[in-house]
């Protein structure tokens, strides 16, 4: 089973079509990525976290968005192996602290990393990440609690072109981007230029 420190780049999804669900993953699964982000922002994101969680088991698939507990209950019942969100919410951290399921809430204050420690989670979201003042804010940000331990995921803003900075920093553990696949090319069936987009992603990770 794959694990979360182990892929440095998350692709973050907004599917509109659960059939477009085990496509896309393959696609991912092409390009070298066994790991992807289905937004629960769409009604068809439950059972297309349903669908990849039974084609590929070993798929370490994640619910994102995921903003209140009913939602997280959702996410776990149609098999996510994790959670993210844009911010941090204490229930639904409870929630899948009580399931076992690593959740990644998001942060983009100083109180918004301590409120989501405090509620036992070390992998943090920095969202979002370009307009909060990408690297410049999180190295500023994160420098007083490096004995805490936290890691972040980037997301807002990362692309291709600027991944790099990222990753070089030793808090974070991956970076988050749409670009991966975007809603146009999952619309369209453009999975060949999913996959090269994954393969240059993945090369460019590897020049850190
Ligand atoms: O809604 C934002 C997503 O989390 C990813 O951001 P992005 O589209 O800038 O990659
Ligand atoms: C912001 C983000 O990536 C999420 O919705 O989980």
Known sequence: MA?????????VIVIDNANDAVPLAEALIAGGLNIIEVTFRTAAAAEAIERIANKFPDMLVGAGTVVTAEQAQRAIDAGSKFGLAPGTDPETIAYFKSKNVPFIPGVMTPTDIQMAYKAG???LKFFPAGAAGGTKMLKAMCAPYSNLGVKFCPTGGVSLDNMLEYLAMPEVFAIGGSWLATKAQIASGDWAGITQQVKDALAKAAEV
């Open 121 to 123: 989670c070390k992998r």
């Open 3 to 11: 694990d979360l420190d182990q892929f440095p780049v998350i692709p």
